[in-house]
């Protein structure tokens, strides 16, 4: 079993700026793609954007221009900058790694998943 840890998350109003962080234990981060969902109220989790092993980005639409995927192999993290906030970003916000490589859409389908972090945005 592989764990994921998130951090980052927190309260910010409209317009700010978060970071968050997924570490992950041993080379796996360099080897998988790594997705980072949220969820808002609901069972919906929507993957915002993905990184694979050879550096190929992937973002949801909603997001484009404003959240950055980035990885650094050597200390085992992806990183989620997270810009010009908005209220309907608020959710928690999931890590999660396909040791495979493949970038999948959904949730399920990656093999291993984060706790969470929760991020705020208000108006």
């Known amino acids: 079993q592989v764990q994921l840890v998130e951090s980052g998350g927190g309260s910010v109003q409209a317009g700010g700026s978060l970071r968050l962080s997924c570490a992950a234990p041993?080379?796996?981060?360099?080897?998988?793609?790594v997705g980072w969902f949220r969820q808002a109220p609901g069972p919906t989790r929507e993957r915002v954007a993905a990184?694979?092993?050879?550096?190929?980005?992937y973002y949801a639409d909603s997001v484009k221009g404003r959240f950055t995927i980035s990885k650094d192999n050597a200390k085992n993290t992806v990183s989620l900058q997270m810009s010009s906030l908005k209220p309907e970003d608020t959710a928690m916000y999931f890590c999660?790694?396909?040791?495979?490589?493949?970038?999948?859409?959904?949730?399920?389908?990656?093999?291993?998943g984060g706790q969470g972090t929760q991020v705020t945005v208000s108006s």
């Open positions: 999660a790694v396909s040791p495979n490589g493949v970038c999948y859409p959904f949730w399920n389908q990656f093999t291993y």
């Open positions: 041993g080379d796996i981060i360099g080897r998988s793609c």
């Open positions: 990184i694979s092993p050879d550096g190929l980005l």
